[in-house]
């Protein structure tokens, strides 16, 4: 480990160590994260694409690593990390790798002996912002703009891949998906699944549903993803769709409803929900920065689920239709599985509105 610093737009500076292998100075936005466990989870999520994250909890990976089939994607996404203590070795029966050595396969920069408390401070005076790991004499003159970034265009499928040999099809809509996500989808035998770019138009297809997934970065970003979806509504209103977090507000979008960016974000897993007109409240996992305004949602659009900590919107449905879309992850990966349901219900709206197309036909 050699000394490093980890420098913020705003000015201020922490000074840590780095692995020998880290140089020179490497960009992102910095956010943090509450968890107690799922480094693995949270650095392969393609949503973490730009960021670096400050991992509150004091010591990180005691555990190691898993095999790829646990992770969110196929590679690290994140752009670093943060940490207090990094654990010098990984004891677990399921480890195959220390996070240092999976780090630098990817190259992903680490910074240790940081007060991570004092920094999520500063981050929760400030919001997130721009900073730099940064090992050598070389100081960062300026810093890019995040927000500015297409990164959903860098996480995205490459082109058009279906699965299953179910008699429902649904569209699944690409902007950085979570692995688990795709495995929950595709544990439903009824379904064939056609997954697609962020910018494929669907419209034209044949399908008896919609999802939109999670993914990086500013909504605006995908405004096109957004014009899409509002043309599915317009064309088949009784089709079902679905989605989850970016996926959340791309329809708030469509339905011409603002975004916004929220101060420090949400990125754990335990943010209590409540289910809007019930006393039900869920532990979810979260991992977003931006949120749906619900001041500019149209008639007939109602909040469906708001967060108990700060009452911000976390998901939001139709009165009538059956399109509805949530901030946190049901998937969890990593997190509490206490929303999984929501899978359940978006298929079986999926069955219901078929049976009706049918029984109309016949």
């Avoid at 909890?57 to 992770?71: D, K, T």
């Avoid at 480890?95 to 991570?116: F, H, M, R, V």
């Avoid at 209590?272 to 305004?293: I, K, M, W």
Wanted: hydrophobic share 35%.
């Amino acid at each position: 480990m050699i000394p490093a610093k980890l420098i913020l737009q705003t000015g201020e500076v922490f000074e840590g160590k780095s692995p020998d292998w880290v140089k020179g100075i490497n960009f992102g936005e910095i956010v943090f994260n509450t968890g107690m466990v799922g480094y693995t989870e949270v650095l392969t999520d393609p949503s973490y694409k730009g960021q670096i994250v400050c991992f509150t909890y004091p010591m990180i990976g005691n555990y190691g690593v898993e095999a790829q089939s646990h992770w969110e994607s196929d590679r690290i996404h994140a752009a670093g990390i943060i940490v207090s203590e990094l654990a010098p070795f990984y004891a677990r029966s399921q480890g195959e790798q220390s996070l240092q050595d999976w780090c630098k396969k990817y190259n992903t920069p680490i910074i240790a002996d940081i007060d991570t408390r004092a920094l999520t401070k500063v981050l929760r005076q400030h919001g997130v912002v721009a900073g730099a790991i940064v090992v050598g004499d070389q100081m960062p003159t300026s810093y890019p703009d995040i927000s500015a970034l297409d990164l959903v265009k860098e996480v995205t499928i490459d082109s058009p891949v279906s699965i299953g040999k179910g008699h429902r099809k649904i569209i699944a809509v690409d902007c950085g998906m979570k692995a688990n996500i795709w495995r929950y989808l595709c544990a439903y035998s009824q379904l064939t699944i056609k997954r697609v770019p962020y910018d494929y138009d669907y419209t034209g297809e044949d399908y008896d549903g919609v999802f939109i997934s999670n993914g990086p970065g500013d909504p605006k970003r995908c405004q096109i993803t957004a014009d899409i979806l509002q043309k599915a509504m317009q064309k088949h209103p009784q089709k079902p769709i679905f989605g989850i977090c970016l996926g959340a507000q791309i329809m708030g979008m469509a339905i011409g409803a603002k975004t916004y960016k929220l101060k420090f974000g949400h990125r754990a897993q335990n943010h209590p929900c409540l289910l809007e007109g019930t006393n039900r409240s869920y532990l979810t996992s979260q991992n977003h920065g931006f949120a749906v305004d619900e001041k500019t949602m149209p008639d007939q659009w109602q909040v469906w689920f708001r967060n108990l900590n700060d009452q911000t919107v976390q998901g939001i449905k139709h009165e009538s239709l059956p399109y509805s879309a949530v901030q946190f992850h049901p998937e969890a990966g990593p997190g509490p599985v206490d929303t999984v349901w929501l899978f359940d219900r978006f298929v079986d709206q999926i069955a219901k509105k078929s049976e009706a197309v049918c029984n109309i036909s016949s």
